[in-house]
């Protein structure tokens, strides 16, 4: 990134600075060298010319070591900054999905449409990642207009009341071939600390543009999330969340 | 899903609570002040009798809309009557309280919810809480006139035929849970008036008993659950306003005409001029509900066979009326 090398050239400045009467007197003619000082008018003109110069140049170069330390000192403190790398959930690669029982024989499946969502994942230290997703409970789609209206009212999803599913984490611990997520998940006002197993994390570059996926699957019941009760009958009370993410670094 | 027994035995709960406790308090000290405040309270055991019964899981802090309707605006509509009833309080101060209560009712029901977050401008959020003031303080304070002047168990009789038919369309729009709390509100508002009417006809030597108790809590009520049923259900605008207005029929008592016939004549021509209007929402309704949500529904969870024998004569009955 260069830095370093711009941190060695200012130490190499700083050490080859040499003393600065020698330096002019070699500089200077003969016959002048050879005149003590203070009786050579011209010469003290000009050795005092040369001072004054050489006053300006150590000026500037002390404001060169200077501006050259700052830069890497920025350069180093923007380097520990980034070293995470902030990606944007890809709605069109990604999906929120879902399924409940239906008189305990069969599954009726079910998507969240407009789900987004934003995570932070740090390689060198796991444990500062992030993952942050929302969904919006009224794009719930099951492929019959008539459910999803009835899902959206307050008996289900209540969406007018709670408009999104959200789930942030608050912290994340490395596992063979993903992380371990716990965070805060809320549903229908109801907030509960669960913990996620994503798998995934490999990375992609494609046309320039770094992708990192995870997939992860959880269980809920809708009576912890003070679904009514009573609407819980030939829909059974617990569903399979899936969560299929992609996402694009920022 | 619906449960028609369990409906039947949480009306029969609330009916019989509020007549014990309007009997009981009533009869020991018999003055109409006091059995104002009997009704009062025998409304509200008669609606805890009910949410008991249907096993009504209500939130404190109160989460959903429905929450607020039945944890702070009904117990606020029970003590405004309980206090309104009072010798001391004036009559100024009374209706003050109520128009207050109006005020409020709206915003209470839409708090929290995305009407008052990115769906509505200040503009839009400003008029729809006005107009639900301004609605239900004119329907309350015409029929609680009424009331007044007329006395009798009619208008009683036509909110809780409202709120009945309001609970149905609710009901079948998809939002069970909401039409189901107001079954109860029927079941202790008609109990607490036959009673109320009773006691007072055969103790009170036909003092006029004022219903305005009884009729004050059925239209906040029922103002309450339509605005549910159409801001978080699919009750549509049309079938809300019909349900919260047909009431208002009652004035028909008040022309000429009906003044010179007989009180029962008088009592039954309203009762069926109201019921028109409400009669031709639920039919509406049913026709909606078929249309969009009996598909969902298969036999194995309509219920007994006599009870799908029973919806599919009603199916017929209804394409036949609406075919005429």
């Given at each position: 990134?260069?830095?370093?090398?711009?941190?060695?050239?200012?130490v190499?400045f700083?050490?080859?600075?040499?003393?600065?009467?020698?330096?002019?007197r070699d500089?200077?003619p003969l016959?002048d060298?050879?005149?003590?000082?203070?009786y050579?008018?011209?010469l003290?003109?000009r050795?005092s010319?040369?001072?004054?110069?050489?006053?300006?140049?150590?000026?500037s170069?002390?404001?060169?070591v200077?501006?050259?330390?700052?830069?890497a000192?920025?350069?180093?403190?923007?380097?520990?900054a980034?070293a995470?790398?902030?990606?944007?959930?890809?709605?069109?690669?990604?999906?929120v999905?879902f399924?409940?029982r239906?008189l305990?024989?069969?599954?009726?499946?079910g998507?969240?449409?407009?789900?987004?969502?934003?995570?932070?994942?740090?390689?060198d230290d796991?444990?500062?990642?992030?993952?942050?997703?929302?969904?919006?409970?009224?794009s719930?789609?099951t492929a019959?207009?008539a459910?999803?209206?009835?899902l959206?009212q307050p008996?289900?999803?209540?969406?007018k009341q709670?408009?999104t599913?959200?789930?942030?984490?608050?912290?994340?611990?490395?596992?063979?071939?993903?992380?371990?997520v716990t965070?805060?998940?809320?549903?229908?006002?109801?907030?509960?600390?669960?913990t996620?197993?994503?798998?995934?994390?490999?990375?992609?570059?494609?046309?320039?543009?770094?992708?990192v996926?995870?997939?992860?699957?959880y269980?809920?019941k809708?009576?912890?999330?003070?679904?009514?009760?009573?609407?819980i009958?030939?829909?059974?009370d617990?569903a399979?969340?899936?969560?299929?993410?992609?996402?694009?670094?920022? | 899903?619906?449960?028609?027994?369990?409906?039947?035995?949480a009306?029969?709960?609330?009916?019989?609570?509020?007549?014990a406790?309007?009997?009981?308090?009533?009869?020991?000290?018999?003055?109409?002040t006091?059995?104002?405040?009997?009704?009062?309270?025998?409304i509200?055991v008669?609606?805890l009798?009910?949410?008991?019964?249907?096993?009504?899981?209500?939130?404190?802090?109160?989460?959903?809309?429905?929450?607020?309707?039945?944890?702070?605006?009904?117990?606020?509509?029970?003590?405004?009557?309980l206090?309104?009833?009072?010798?001391?309080?004036?009559?100024?101060v009374?209706?003050l309280?109520?128009?207050?209560?109006?005020?409020?009712?709206?915003?209470t029901?839409?708090?929290?919810?995305?009407?008052?977050?990115?769906?509505?401008?200040?503009?839009q959020?400003?008029?729809?809480?006005s107009i639900?003031?301004?609605?239900?303080?004119i329907?309350?304070?015409?029929?609680c006139g009424?009331?007044?002047?007329?006395g009798?168990?009619?208008?009683?009789?036509a909110?809780c035929?409202s709120?009945?038919?309001a609970?149905?369309?609710?009901?079948?729009?998809?939002?069970?849970k909401?039409?189901a709390?107001a079954?109860?509100?029927?079941?202790?508002?008609?109990t607490?008036?036959?009673?109320?009417?009773?006691?007072?006809?055969?103790?009170?030597?036909?003092?006029?008993?004022?219903?305005i108790?009884?009729?004050?809590?059925?239209?906040?009520?029922?103002?309450?659950?339509?605005?549910?049923?159409?801001?978080?259900g699919?009750?549509?605008?049309?079938?809300?306003?019909?349900?919260?207005?047909?009431?208002?029929?009652?004035?028909?008592?008040?022309?000429?005409m009906?003044?010179?016939?007989?009180?029962s004549?008088?009592?039954?021509?309203?009762?069926?001029?109201?019921?028109?209007?409400?009669?031709?929402?639920?039919?509406?309704?049913?026709?909606?509900?078929?249309?969009?949500?009996?598909?969902l529904?298969?036999?194995?969870?309509?219920?007994?066979?006599?009870?799908?024998?029973?919806?599919?004569q009603?199916?017929?009955?209804?394409?036949?009326?609406s075919c005429?």
């Amino acid at each position: 990134m260069g830095c370093p090398n711009q941190l060695s050239l200012a130490v190499l400045f700083a050490a080859s600075r040499s003393d600065s009467r020698t330096a002019v007197r070699d500089l200077l003619p003969l016959d002048d060298a050879l005149t003590p000082l203070p009786y050579n008018h011209s010469l003290t003109l000009r050795l005092s010319n040369t001072i004054g110069q050489e006053t300006e140049m150590r000026r500037s170069f002390t404001t060169c070591v200077t501006a050259i330390l700052l830069g890497a000192l920025f350069c180093a403190s923007h380097q520990s900054a980034s070293a995470a790398d902030d990606y944007e959930y890809d709605l069109v690669h990604s999906s929120v999905s879902f399924k409940a029982r239906h008189l305990d024989i069969s599954w009726i499946h079910g998507r969240f449409n407009d789900v987004s969502g934003m995570f932070s994942i740090d390689r060198d230290d796991p444990s500062r990642s992030t993952f942050a997703l929302t969904i919006q409970a009224d794009s719930v789609d099951t492929a019959n207009e008539a459910r999803d209206k009835h899902l959206r009212q307050p008996d289900y999803f209540d969406t007018k009341q709670y408009p999104t599913i959200e789930f942030k984490s608050t912290s994340v611990k490395p596992i063979d071939g993903g992380f371990e997520v716990t965070g805060d998940f809320t549903m229908h006002g109801t907030t509960k600390e669960i913990t996620l197993t994503l798998m995934g994390g490999k990375e992609h570059v494609f046309k320039d543009v770094k992708r990192v996926a995870f997939s992860t699957e959880y269980a809920v019941k809708r009576s912890d999330y003070g679904f009514d009760k009573n609407a819980i009958g030939p829909i059974g009370d617990k569903a399979l969340i899936m969560i299929d993410c992609e996402g694009v670094r920022k | 899903m619906p449960d028609p027994l369990l409906y039947w035995q949480a009306i029969a709960a609330s009916a019989v609570c509020a007549a014990a406790v309007v009997a009981t308090l009533a009869t020991m000290t018999l003055t109409t002040t006091r059995l104002n405040s009997a009704c009062v309270l025998g409304i509200g055991v008669g609606l805890l009798a009910g949410f008991y019964v249907l096993s009504l899981q209500l939130q404190w802090p109160p989460a959903s809309s429905l929450d607020r309707l039945l944890l702070i605006i009904v117990p606020l509509a029970l003590a405004i009557e309980l206090i309104g009833g009072f010798g001391r309080t004036s009559r100024s101060v009374a209706w003050l309280m109520r128009v207050t209560l109006a005020v409020f009712v709206s915003p209470t029901l839409l708090y929290g919810s995305v009407y008052f977050g990115d769906h509505w401008s200040i503009s839009q959020q400003i008029a729809v809480v006005s107009i639900g003031a301004v609605l239900l303080a004119i329907a309350g304070g015409l029929l609680c006139g009424l009331a007044q002047r007329r006395g009798g168990v009619v208008i009683s009789i036509a909110i809780c035929l409202s709120i009945q038919c309001a609970a149905v369309a609710i009901m079948m729009g998809g939002y069970i849970k909401g039409g189901a709390a107001a079954l109860p509100f029927v079941a202790a508002l008609l109990t607490t008036t036959i009673v109320a009417k009773w006691i007072s006809h055969r103790w009170l030597q036909g003092e006029n008993f004022a219903e305005i108790a009884i009729v004050g809590v059925g239209v906040v009520a029922l103002f309450g659950f339509l605005f549910v049923g159409r801001f978080f259900g699919e009750l549509s605008t049309p079938h809300a306003m019909i349900l919260m207005h047909a009431p208002l029929l009652c004035w028909i008592i008040e022309t000429p005409m009906m003044r010179s016939c007989r009180p029962s004549i008088t009592v039954a021509a309203c009762l069926l001029l109201v019921a028109i209007p409400l009669a031709i929402v639920v039919v509406l309704a049913k026709q909606e509900f078929d249309r969009e949500m009996a598909p969902l529904l298969d036999s194995s969870t309509v219920g007994s066979p006599a009870d799908t024998m029973v919806i599919s004569q009603l199916d017929v009955s209804l394409n036949v009326i609406s075919c005429r």
